[in-house]
């Protein structure tokens, strides 16, 4: 049964981009400030994913064992800095965010079961590198804040208190993908990038009321999923004319909830974000305390820890046409509260008997919930794509079941993950 792990890393660099073939002006006319020596510095955030199946003891690999690569291998060398000069392949190709994220993956790949590097220069902009050549995506983020209602020509209760005119501050997230110049390492001109957003969408959505400024929503339901596939439809060309790709647009209502879309006819997305608080102990109860804390560390400790658990439940589907939505929501939080309440304020390994027998390591909880949210999610018309659950900012884990060959809620049930040790 395949996971992925992402695992957090920090480091704190400065550099700066000029090309000894340039001249001061070409350079400064190129990459703007970013050229001026000696560079500027950023907090970089870096989200190393691994996949593998679960092994014995619930796991990947053993976090503390991945930890120490990305440190010895990464950010003990890139910690304090200067990038220009501190890795040869800098000095080949600039150190853009995407080329960054390309020369990680490239260091970690012989040592890891890489699927994907991210690199985040600050909230508004990242870099994913899946190993790929030169192929490389980066992300924006912006927002604007809008008035809406939910009410189709069919029905307005469907939307309870949706239907009455309220507004949002909307997160966009822009991803485009390309080909890296192999002397910027960049996949497009993030000014003109930024500056399509701005005036292809930020412009037309802040501070207008979708339903009665923009025409398009005068006849069709401005759901979130809507909205997403509009702005993808703004967007594509002018990207397309920068010399890259849209690949993906991300709108959030709230923290609570997005929808992403791929450019995939009218197939979305849509996750919904919520939060329970466990105890736990990660240890196996046929092992000694000894063997436990060699394995697990100080999440062998007798008497537990705890987290507040952040569950993304993630749905794919096409956009209803006459609800706008790919499944009702009501429905779908109520299923996902069914599930999360008995595991809210419990100690998991006592409270909830599947771990009395199975460690619950984050990857074994996804992978319980994931199962059991699999067929009343069908129920509702819609497919579980994925289950993604942040157990601490440094660790978090996905499953997404459509790998998983007909496993059903049973299976799981009656075959704990742990087998015998
Ligand atoms: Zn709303
Ligand atoms: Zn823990």
Not at 185 to 193: R, T, V
Not at 277 to 306: D, F, M, Q, W
Not at 308 to 336: P, R
Request: aromatic letters at 8%; charged letters at 20%; a negative charge.
């Amino acid at each position: 049964m395949q996971c992925v792990v992402n695992r957090r890393a920090q480091f704190l660099a400065s550099h700066h981009y000029s090309l000894p073939e340039l001249g001061e002006t070409e350079n400064l006319e190129k990459f703007g400030r970013s050229s001026k020596f000696p560079g500027q510095g950023h907090n970089y955030t870096l989200f190393i994913s691994i996949a593998g199946e679960l092994d014995k003891y619930g796991m990947v690999l053993n976090l503390s064992d991945v930890k120490q690569v990305i440190k010895r291998e990464i950010t003990d060398q890139l910690d304090f800095s200067y990038l220009n000069n501190v890795w040869p392949e800098f000095q080949q190709t600039l150190s853009s965010n995407e080329n960054i994220a390309r020369v990680i993956w490239q260091r970690l790949a012989p040592h890891l079961p890489l699927i994907r590097v991210q690199l985040v220069e600050h909230t508004g902009l990242w870099a994913d590198y899946m190993g790929e050549g030169m192929q490389a995506s980066l992300s924006i983020s912006t927002h604007f804040s809008a008035a809406h209602r939910l009410a189709s020509n069919l029905s307005s209760e469907k939307y309870s208190k949706c239907s009455r005119t309220h507004g949002h501050n909307y997160h966009l997230e822009v991803t485009v993908e390309g080909e890296m110049d192999s002397r910027t390492g960049m996949i497009i001109d993030l000014d003109a990038l930024n500056r399509v957003v701005e005036n292809d969408v930020v412009k037309i959505f802040d501070h207008f009321c979708v339903n009665k400024d923009i025409p398009h929503f005068s006849e069709i339901v401005p759901t979130t999923e809507n909205l997403v596939l509009y702005i993808s439809n703004l967007l594509k060309s002018p990207i397309q004319k920068l010399g890259a790709k849209l690949s993906q647009v991300k709108l959030f209502e709230s923290p609570q909830l997005w929808v992403d879309y791929q450019g995939n006819g009218t197939e979305t997305f849509l996750t919904v974000k919520s939060e329970f608080s466990s105890a736990h102990r990660l240890a196996h109860p046929g092992l000694s305390l000894e063997k436990n804390t060699e394995i697990y560390g100080k999440c062998a400790r007798v008497n537990g820890h705890g987290h507040n658990y952040q569950l993304e439940v993630t749905v794919k589907g096409e956009i209803d046409s006459s609800t706008g939505m790919v499944v009702d929501l009501g429905a779908l939080n109520q299923v996902i509260a069914n599930l999360t309440e008995p595991l809210d304020h419990s100690f998991l390994n006592r409270d909830v008997p599947y771990f009395g027998e199975v460690v619950p390591t984050a990857e074994n909880i996804a992978l319980y919930i994931s199962n059991m949210l699999r067929l009343p999610i069908q129920e509702l018309g819609a497919e579980l794509y994925k289950v993604k659950l942040v157990e601490s900012p440094n660790n978090s884990c996905e499953i997404y079941p459509s790998d998983i060959e007909s496993t059903s809620v049973i299976t799981v049930q009656n075959q704990p993950v742990l087998a015998t040790v």
